[in-house]
T-cell receptor, first 114, second 114 residues
Framework: DAGITQSPRHKVTETGTPVTLRCHQT?????MYWYRQDPGHGLRLIHY???????DKGEVSDGYSVSRSKTEDFLLTLESATSSQTSVYFC?????????????FGSGTRLTVV | AQSVTQLGSHVSVSEGALVLLRCNYS??????LFWYVQYPNQGLQLLLK??????LVKGINGFEAEFKKSETSFHLTKPSAHMSDAAEYFC????????????FGKGTKLSVKP
């Protein structure tokens, strides 16, 4: 998948526990994004990063935090998982520019909160 | 505000028939538009993109889309559907800017009947 890897691919966790999802890229792209995909909602942006230690909130950021200590890694943390956070999470990368470039997506992490 | 609307959450066609997936957008600035395809249990793959050059854009797997500013549309078409085209298709808009954030439609699931 063009040098972008998400881990784990599947996870089941209990309500109230912390969960961290990892996105790793080998493309040296500056921008990284976390989206969640839910039926009927398409993809919604959670957080994004425009450089090491530079992050910002997206449309549905409540209950999530992110960190980027290295160019290649972007972590998404659910501080205290809830059932409403059951979803498929996608990481994406892009280069800065005019917006023509499009994004490259990872294969996704399917998270189930029970 | 920028937005993307995909008309029809499910579209079903017969093998060999025309595929038409509709996408309308709203943007206060000239947009860049994308179509992504998602096969079951996979990430999103770029199908094609409009970046203000030719209004008729050709993509992979025989798909094409036409940008019509007067109709604020970017519909995806394929003359003859194949069973392997069964997937979910997402229209997305990027209105530029340094963040490069993509705004997605809610998706259209395409079924192809034998």
């Amino acid at each position: 998948d063009a040098g972008i890897t998400q881990s784990p691919r599947h996870k089941v966790t209990e309500t109230g526990t912390p969960v961290t999802l990892r996105c790793h890229q080998t493309e040296n792209h500056r921008y990284m994004y976390w989206y969640r995909q839910d039926p009927g909602h398409g993809l919604r942006l959670i957080h994004y990063s425009y450089g090491v230690k530079d992050t910002d909130k997206g449309e549905v950021s409540d209950g999530y935090s992110v960190s980027r200590s290295k160019t290649e890694d972007f972590l998404l943390t659910l501080e205290s998982a809830t059932s409403s956070q059951t979803s498929v999470y996608f990481c994406a990368i892009s280069e800065p520019g005019t917006g023509k470039e499009g994004y490259t997506f990872g294969s996704g992490t399917r998270l189930t909160v029970v | 505000a920028q937005s993307v609307t995909q008309l029809g959450s499910h579209v079903s066609v017969s093998e060999g028939a025309l595929v038409l997936l509709r996408c309308n957008y709203s943007s206060s600035v000239p947009p860049y538009l994308f179509w992504y395809v998602q096969y079951p249990n996979q990430g999103l793959q770029l199908l094609l993109k409009y970046t203000s050059a030719a209004t008729l854009v050709k993509g992979i797997n025989g798909f094409e889309a036409e940008f019509k500013k007067s109709e604020t549309s970017f519909h995806l078409t394929k003359p003859s559907a194949h069973m392997s085209d069964a997937a979910e298709y997402f229209c997305a808009l990027n209105y530029g800017g340094s963040q490069g954030n993509l705004i997605f439609g809610k998706g259209t699931k395409l079924s192809v009947k034998p």
